[in-house]
Protein backbone atom coordinates (compact mmCIF):
# COMPACT_ATOMS: atom_id res chain seq x y z
CA UNK A 1 0.00 0.00 0.00
CA UNK A 2 0.66 3.63 -0.25
CA UNK A 3 2.85 3.49 3.25
CA UNK A 4 5.02 0.78 2.65
CA UNK A 5 6.03 2.76 -0.59
CA UNK A 6 6.55 5.93 0.85
CA UNK A 7 8.49 4.16 3.41
CA UNK A 8 10.71 2.21 0.76
CA UNK A 9 11.37 5.26 -1.05
CA UNK A 10 12.56 7.32 1.54
CA UNK A 11 14.95 4.55 2.49
CA UNK A 12 16.27 5.09 -0.89
CA UNK A 13 16.66 8.28 -1.09
CA UNK A 14 19.17 8.46 2.23
CA UNK A 15 20.96 5.43 0.49
CA UNK A 16 21.70 6.86 -2.88
CA UNK A 17 23.00 9.94 -0.83
CA UNK A 18 25.54 8.13 1.35
CA UNK A 19 26.47 6.12 -1.98
CA UNK A 20 27.38 9.59 -4.00
CA UNK A 21 29.09 10.11 -0.60
CA UNK A 22 31.02 7.22 -0.77
CA UNK A 23 31.83 6.96 -4.27
CA UNK A 24 33.50 10.21 -4.06
CA UNK A 25 35.22 9.51 -0.95
CA UNK A 26 36.48 6.43 -2.30
CA UNK A 27 37.55 7.73 -5.83
CA UNK A 28 39.31 10.12 -4.33
CA UNK A 29 41.50 7.71 -1.77
CA UNK A 30 42.50 5.05 -4.90
CA UNK A 31 44.96 6.75 -6.06
CA UNK A 32 47.06 7.84 -3.26
CA UNK A 33 50.70 7.79 -2.86
CA UNK A 34 50.63 4.19 -1.75
CA UNK A 35 48.63 3.06 -4.97
CA UNK A 36 51.13 5.06 -7.46
CA UNK A 37 53.96 3.68 -5.67
CA UNK A 38 52.97 0.50 -6.33
CA UNK A 39 52.39 1.17 -10.12
CA UNK A 40 55.78 3.13 -10.46
CA UNK A 41 57.77 0.74 -8.93
CA UNK A 42 55.80 -1.87 -11.01
CA UNK A 43 56.85 0.51 -13.78
CA UNK A 44 60.13 0.27 -13.28
CA UNK A 45 60.23 -3.60 -12.88
CA UNK A 46 58.79 -3.74 -16.35
CA UNK A 47 55.73 -5.29 -15.17
CA UNK A 48 53.55 -2.52 -17.10
CA UNK A 49 54.90 0.22 -19.59
CA UNK A 50 51.83 2.47 -19.04
CA UNK A 51 48.85 2.75 -16.78
CA UNK A 52 45.78 4.10 -19.10
CA UNK A 53 42.02 5.03 -18.35
CA UNK A 54 39.67 3.16 -15.77
CA UNK A 55 37.77 0.45 -17.38
CA UNK A 56 35.14 0.09 -15.09
CA UNK A 57 35.03 2.32 -11.98
CA UNK A 58 33.42 0.02 -8.82
CA UNK A 59 31.76 0.70 -5.11
CA UNK A 60 34.94 -1.44 -4.28
CA UNK A 61 37.84 -1.36 -6.88
CA UNK A 62 38.55 0.25 -10.03
CA UNK A 63 39.94 -1.77 -13.35
CA UNK A 64 42.21 0.40 -15.35
CA UNK A 65 43.63 -1.09 -18.88
CA UNK A 66 47.43 -0.76 -19.39
CA UNK A 67 49.98 -1.71 -21.57
CA UNK A 68 53.13 -3.47 -21.46
CA UNK A 69 55.50 -2.45 -24.35
CA UNK A 70 58.38 -5.71 -24.72
CA UNK A 71 62.00 -4.98 -24.49
CA UNK A 72 62.41 -7.20 -27.43
CA UNK A 73 60.74 -4.70 -29.75
CA UNK A 74 57.54 -7.45 -29.87
CA UNK A 75 53.75 -5.42 -30.23
CA UNK A 76 52.52 -4.44 -26.63
CA UNK A 77 50.62 -6.52 -24.28
CA UNK A 78 47.30 -5.27 -22.60
CA UNK A 79 47.03 -5.73 -18.89
CA UNK A 80 44.32 -4.97 -16.62
CA UNK A 81 44.94 -3.41 -13.69
CA UNK A 82 42.90 -4.12 -10.35
CA UNK A 83 42.81 -1.89 -7.74
CA UNK A 84 41.06 -1.94 -4.66
CA UNK A 85 39.71 0.85 -2.76
CA UNK A 86 40.64 1.57 1.09
CA UNK A 87 37.52 3.61 1.74
CA UNK A 88 34.88 1.97 4.95
CA UNK A 89 31.48 1.90 3.71
CA UNK A 90 32.57 -1.09 1.05
CA UNK A 91 33.41 -3.95 3.65
CA UNK A 92 30.10 -3.65 5.36
CA UNK A 93 28.62 -6.55 3.41
CA UNK A 94 31.83 -8.24 2.63
CA UNK A 95 32.19 -9.39 6.55
CA UNK A 96 29.66 -12.45 5.73
CA UNK A 97 32.20 -14.22 2.92
CA UNK A 98 35.40 -14.46 5.60
CA UNK A 99 35.88 -17.49 7.19
CA UNK A 100 38.63 -19.23 9.02
CA UNK A 101 40.78 -16.68 8.10
CA UNK A 102 42.55 -13.59 9.96
CA UNK A 103 39.69 -11.87 11.25
CA UNK A 104 40.28 -8.17 12.16
CA UNK A 105 39.14 -6.19 14.66
CA UNK A 106 37.17 -3.31 12.42
CA UNK A 107 36.49 0.46 12.98
CA UNK A 108 37.26 3.13 11.63
CA UNK A 109 40.75 2.44 11.01
CA UNK A 110 42.53 3.10 8.04
CA UNK A 111 45.43 0.42 8.51
CA UNK A 112 43.13 -2.27 9.44
CA UNK A 113 41.22 -1.25 6.41
CA UNK A 114 44.59 -1.36 3.95
CA UNK A 115 44.79 -4.90 5.47
CA UNK A 116 41.65 -5.57 4.41
CA UNK A 117 41.97 -4.98 1.30
CA UNK A 118 44.90 -6.26 1.01
CA UNK A 119 43.56 -9.88 1.81
CA UNK A 120 40.63 -9.04 -1.25
CA UNK A 121 43.17 -8.67 -3.09
CA UNK A 122 45.50 -11.51 -2.18
CA UNK A 123 42.18 -13.97 -2.42
CA UNK A 124 41.10 -12.89 -5.85
CA UNK A 125 44.56 -13.43 -7.40
CA UNK A 126 44.87 -17.03 -5.43
CA UNK A 127 41.48 -17.68 -6.57
CA UNK A 128 41.99 -16.68 -10.41
CA UNK A 129 45.15 -18.94 -10.01
CA UNK A 130 42.84 -21.47 -9.24
CA UNK A 131 40.52 -21.19 -11.89
CA UNK A 132 43.52 -20.75 -14.28
CA UNK A 133 45.03 -23.99 -13.39
CA UNK A 134 41.94 -25.92 -13.71
CA UNK A 135 41.31 -24.60 -16.79
CA UNK A 136 38.62 -22.34 -16.32
CA UNK A 137 38.46 -19.22 -19.21
CA UNK A 138 39.70 -15.98 -16.10
CA UNK A 139 41.90 -13.64 -16.37
CA UNK A 140 45.81 -15.40 -16.40
CA UNK A 141 46.79 -13.26 -12.45
CA UNK A 142 50.49 -11.88 -13.23
CA UNK A 143 51.18 -9.78 -10.45
CA UNK A 144 50.26 -8.35 -7.28
CA UNK A 145 51.64 -5.80 -4.88
CA UNK A 146 49.25 -5.01 -1.75
CA UNK A 147 45.75 -3.83 -3.46
CA UNK A 148 46.81 -3.74 -6.70
CA UNK A 149 46.23 -6.95 -8.99
CA UNK A 150 48.01 -7.10 -12.40
CA UNK A 151 46.28 -9.63 -14.67
CA UNK A 152 45.65 -10.38 -18.43
CA UNK A 153 43.44 -7.86 -20.34
CA UNK A 154 40.50 -9.85 -21.72
CA UNK A 155 39.59 -7.73 -25.12
CA UNK A 156 40.70 -7.43 -28.36
CA UNK A 157 44.66 -6.29 -30.02
CA UNK A 158 43.39 -2.61 -29.79
CA UNK A 159 42.84 -2.32 -25.93
CA UNK A 160 38.76 -2.61 -26.21
CA UNK A 161 38.07 -4.99 -23.19
CA UNK A 162 35.16 -7.76 -23.87
CA UNK A 163 31.45 -7.16 -22.79
CA UNK A 164 30.21 -8.26 -19.35
CA UNK A 165 27.48 -11.05 -20.49
CA UNK A 166 24.82 -8.70 -19.83
CA UNK A 167 25.86 -6.59 -22.89
CA UNK A 168 26.68 -9.30 -25.13
CA UNK A 169 25.27 -9.29 -28.44
CA UNK A 170 24.78 -12.98 -29.77
CA UNK A 171 24.02 -13.68 -33.81
CA UNK A 172 21.32 -15.70 -33.95
CA UNK A 173 21.84 -17.72 -37.08
CA UNK A 174 19.46 -20.63 -37.08
CA UNK A 175 16.72 -21.36 -35.38
CA UNK A 176 17.63 -22.56 -31.77
CA UNK A 177 18.30 -19.75 -29.70
CA UNK A 178 21.85 -18.26 -29.59
CA UNK A 179 21.79 -18.25 -25.59
CA UNK A 180 21.07 -21.58 -24.91
CA UNK A 181 24.70 -23.08 -25.18
CA UNK A 182 25.80 -20.26 -23.28
CA UNK A 183 23.86 -21.67 -20.67
CA UNK A 184 24.89 -24.92 -20.84
CA UNK A 185 28.41 -24.13 -21.35
CA UNK A 186 28.24 -21.85 -18.00
CA UNK A 187 26.57 -24.83 -16.07
CA UNK A 188 29.97 -26.85 -16.75
CA UNK A 189 31.63 -23.97 -15.66
CA UNK A 190 30.33 -23.43 -12.36
CA UNK A 191 29.93 -27.64 -12.11
CA UNK A 192 34.25 -27.61 -12.91
CA UNK A 193 34.40 -24.60 -10.39
CA UNK A 194 33.12 -26.47 -7.76
CA UNK A 195 34.77 -29.72 -8.38
CA UNK A 196 38.22 -29.06 -9.32
CA UNK A 197 38.57 -25.63 -7.72
CA UNK A 198 36.25 -26.32 -4.92
CA UNK A 199 35.07 -23.09 -5.23
CA UNK A 200 31.78 -21.27 -5.30
CA UNK A 201 31.75 -17.85 -7.11
CA UNK A 202 29.38 -16.30 -4.58
CA UNK A 203 28.87 -13.50 -6.92
CA UNK A 204 28.55 -14.98 -10.17
CA UNK A 205 25.71 -12.54 -12.47
CA UNK A 206 25.89 -11.48 -16.12
CA UNK A 207 28.13 -8.44 -14.87
CA UNK A 208 30.89 -11.07 -13.36
CA UNK A 209 30.98 -13.01 -16.92
CA UNK A 210 32.68 -11.26 -20.00
CA UNK A 211 31.74 -12.67 -23.44
CA UNK A 212 33.62 -13.54 -26.90
CA UNK A 213 33.01 -14.89 -29.92
CA UNK A 214 30.58 -17.60 -27.81
CA UNK A 215 33.61 -18.18 -25.22
CA UNK A 216 32.56 -16.92 -21.39
CA UNK A 217 35.27 -15.73 -19.27
CA UNK A 218 34.90 -16.00 -15.51
CA UNK A 219 35.92 -12.93 -13.05
CA UNK A 220 35.35 -10.84 -9.81
CA UNK A 221 35.93 -13.80 -7.65
CA UNK A 222 37.92 -12.00 -4.42
CA UNK A 223 34.49 -13.36 -2.64
CA UNK A 224 34.50 -16.70 -3.69
CA UNK A 225 34.71 -19.22 -1.00
CA UNK A 226 35.85 -22.71 -0.57
CA UNK A 227 32.86 -25.27 -1.00
CA UNK A 228 33.27 -25.99 2.85
CA UNK A 229 32.41 -22.82 3.77
CA UNK A 230 29.36 -23.09 6.05
CA UNK A 231 27.42 -20.72 3.35
CA UNK A 232 29.00 -22.02 0.07
CA UNK A 233 25.85 -24.18 -0.29
CA UNK A 234 23.67 -20.76 0.30
CA UNK A 235 26.30 -19.09 -1.89
CA UNK A 236 25.78 -21.61 -4.72
CA UNK A 237 21.85 -21.26 -4.68
CA UNK A 238 21.90 -17.67 -4.99
CA UNK A 239 24.32 -18.08 -8.17
CA UNK A 240 22.08 -20.56 -9.75
CA UNK A 241 19.40 -18.06 -9.23
CA UNK A 242 20.99 -15.67 -10.24
CA UNK A 243 22.10 -17.31 -13.31
CA UNK A 244 19.02 -18.96 -14.33
CA UNK A 245 17.05 -15.49 -14.15
CA UNK A 246 19.64 -13.91 -16.20
CA UNK A 247 19.07 -17.00 -19.04
CA UNK A 248 15.54 -16.81 -18.76
CA UNK A 249 15.08 -13.73 -19.57
CA UNK A 250 16.95 -14.42 -22.34
CA UNK A 251 14.12 -16.98 -23.30
CA UNK A 252 16.20 -19.82 -22.64
CA UNK A 253 14.44 -22.80 -21.28
CA UNK A 254 16.37 -23.47 -18.33
CA UNK A 255 16.69 -26.43 -16.31
CA UNK A 256 15.10 -26.28 -12.49
CA UNK A 257 17.67 -24.67 -9.99
CA UNK A 258 17.29 -27.80 -8.05
CA UNK A 259 18.56 -30.11 -10.56
CA UNK A 260 21.25 -27.70 -11.28
CA UNK A 261 22.46 -28.04 -7.93
CA UNK A 262 22.52 -31.32 -7.81
CA UNK A 263 24.46 -31.78 -11.60
CA UNK A 264 27.26 -29.16 -9.61
CA UNK A 265 27.25 -30.90 -5.94
CA UNK A 266 26.50 -34.34 -7.19
P1 LIG B 1 34.15 -4.99 -9.40
O1 LIG B 1 34.53 -5.46 -8.04
O2 LIG B 1 34.22 -3.52 -9.55
O3 LIG B 1 32.83 -5.56 -9.85
P2 LIG B 1 35.31 -6.61 -11.53
O4 LIG B 1 36.43 -7.55 -11.28
O5 LIG B 1 33.97 -7.20 -11.73
O6 LIG B 1 35.30 -5.55 -10.34
O7 LIG B 1 35.70 -5.71 -12.77
C1 LIG B 1 34.90 -4.62 -13.14
C2 LIG B 1 34.80 -4.52 -14.66
O8 LIG B 1 36.10 -4.31 -15.20
C3 LIG B 1 34.28 -5.76 -15.33
O9 LIG B 1 32.89 -5.76 -15.44
C4 LIG B 1 34.95 -5.73 -16.68
O10 LIG B 1 34.17 -4.92 -17.55
C5 LIG B 1 36.26 -5.03 -16.41
N1 LIG B 1 37.34 -6.00 -16.23
C6 LIG B 1 37.71 -6.61 -15.10
N2 LIG B 1 38.76 -7.43 -15.28
C7 LIG B 1 39.08 -7.33 -16.59
C8 LIG B 1 40.07 -7.94 -17.43
N3 LIG B 1 40.96 -8.80 -16.95
N4 LIG B 1 40.10 -7.59 -18.75
C9 LIG B 1 39.20 -6.72 -19.24
N5 LIG B 1 38.24 -6.12 -18.52
C10 LIG B 1 38.17 -6.42 -17.20
MN1 LIG C 1 32.18 -7.23 -10.71
Redesign the pocket.
Given at each position: DDDFWNGDDRTGEVKDKDKDKADRATNELVMDQRTRMILLKMISRGIVSEVHGA??T????N?YGAVLDPLDGTRPLHR?I?IYKTAILVFKDRERYITGEHRFKRGANKKNNREMVKQWAEKEFRNLKRLHAAGIPC?EPLELKSHVLV?????NKRGY??P?LRDATLSDEGTENPWRPVYIQLLGIMRRLFRVCNLVHADLSE??I?YDKNKLYI??VSQSVEHEHPRALQFLRMDIKNVGDFFRRKGVDTLQDRAIFDFITA
Open positions: ISGKEAVAKPMEFLGAYRYNLID
